[in-house]
């Protein structure tokens, strides 16, 4: 089924309607649980590593590599569930996901070495992996092309809020407790599957002889591989901020001699702050130009402007600097609208199989940034090091949306051949 008839509602209305139906909901609370519990380890990193008995260097260098393994479940993850997807359907892995992550995050919270910590938050990887990809394939194939920028800029707005909620409750409660609420939210989560449909263009598709997900027939072609690739790098600004410079804001933090410490929970809540933002004036701006690029350029400048801000405080004060944090995130606000890009890119066979590897093998590419920030930091020392990643993924971003198709008025009732 496909929300598709407005009748003689006006447009206001009916894309009002669209974007509050039961689908649209559900997607936006199961983005929001995912980036609660995304965001978990990187609020509570210091004082869970802390109990666990690191200290000094390692509290950065066992915080990295428990990122970094978290991240690569989200890679394997997202190929894993995007497959899916494509086969069995948008909502069995919108709630399959959601139940994987939910009990990986739960058992989290009972961790008393490193090595179960990192194999945990690996298995939390692979189910965060799915979420937002079945979620947003399956806001953009039930609404209609008028609508489907300000449903996914519903479920992000909604879902980035998650961050603020887990940076309360990392404030108010133990590190433990923060992992188990995570699960417990998930739970309740999934009682809302109830009455939820399945996309209307996969039901389709369904039954018919036709190729659907199939991962690697992303590589057989040239053009479609430079889609999908272009798809990827235009995101990866956001992960560079999101992964560098908010994750590790204590250490930057102190190599800028900001005047009090900095705590990575707040720079965390200001940046998805000005995410939840940021993906609403995006949204609303895309549907205003009728372009999803233009919007992407104009967000992508606005990192490069809060980056150089964010290397330009020396001496600056705690609130400062966390409002910076907060402009990064209204910059990377375009996540929204770049899952919508990588969906609108690729027809229904294989367009879940996209739309969820694509993101998370933005988040994935934390690993090699990071790494990269590690060799760089090494040479060049933590604030040139950083800038250089930083420009670097910038660069690559530009360069891959000159080259990617305008998708704003792409019908999506096709199949990839």
Not at 141 to 166: C, D, F, N, Q
Request: charged share 15%.
């Amino acid at each position: 089924m496909d929300i598709g008839n407005t009748g003689s509602a006006s447009a206001p209305q009916a894309a009002l309607r669209n974007i509050f139906a039961l689908p649209v909901i559900v997607a936006s609370l199961g983005y929001f649980v995912d980036i609660y519990d995304l965001v978990l380890f990187s609020i509570v990193r210091i004082p869970s590593l802390k109990s666990l008995g690191l200290q000094g260097q390692e509290l950065l260098d066992k915080g990295v590599f428990i990122l970094n393994m978290q991240m690569a479940g989200m890679l394997l993850g997202g190929i894993l569930w995007g497959v899916l997807g494509d086969k069995k359907g948008r909502l069995k892995i919108l709630f399959g996901s959601i139940f994987l992550y939910s009990l990986a995050n739960a058992a989290n919270g009972l961790v008393t070495t490193i090595g179960q910590y990192a194999a945990l938050r690996f298995i939390a990887g692979i189910g965060l992996a799915g979420e937002l990809g079945a979620g947003v394939t399956l806001v953009a194939e039930i609404l209609p092309k008028e609508s489907r920028g300000y449903g996914t800029m519903m479920v992000a707005s909604v879902g980035v809020t998650g961050a603020i909620l887990a940076n309360y409750i990392a404030e108010h409660f133990d590190w433990r407790v923060a992992y188990y609420i995570g699960g417990g939210l998930g739970m309740l989560l999934l009682a809302l599957r109830v009455s939820v449909y399945e996309s209307g263009m996969f039901t389709q598709i369904a039954g018919k002889d036709i190729s659907k997900g199939d991962f690697f027939s992303l590589f057989t072609r040239r053009e479609r591989f430079a889609r999908y690739l272009k798809s990827i790098l235009i995101g990866v600004p956001i992960w560079f901020v999101v992964g560098i410079l908010v994750t590790f804001s204590p250490e930057f933090a102190r190599a800028l001699h900001i005047t009090s410490p900095v705590s990575a929970g707040k720079a965390v809540m200001f940046c998805y702050l000005g995410l939840v933002f940021g993906d609403f004036s995006s949204g609303l701006l895309s549907n205003y130009l009728r372009s999803r690029r233009k919007v992407v350029f104009l967000f992508i400048i606005l990192i490069c402007l809060s980056v150089g801000a964010y290397f330009a405080l020396e001496g600056a004060s705690a609130p400062v600097f966390y409002a910076v944090c907060g402009a990064l995130g209204f910059a990377g606000g375009y996540w929204a609208i770049f899952i919508t890009i990588a969906a609108e890119q690729f027809g229904t066979n294989i367009r879940a199989t996209v739309a969820t590897t694509v993101p998370n093998f933005v988040r994935g590419m934390v690993v090699p940034i990071t790494s990269l920030f590690q060799v760089a930091k090494g040479h060049l020392g933590i604030l040139p090091g950083g800038a250089l990643v930083g420009a670097l993924c910038i660069f690559l971003a530009l360069y891959a949306l000159y080259r990617l198709e305008e998708t704003f008025t792409k019908d999506l009732d096709y199949i990839e051949i």
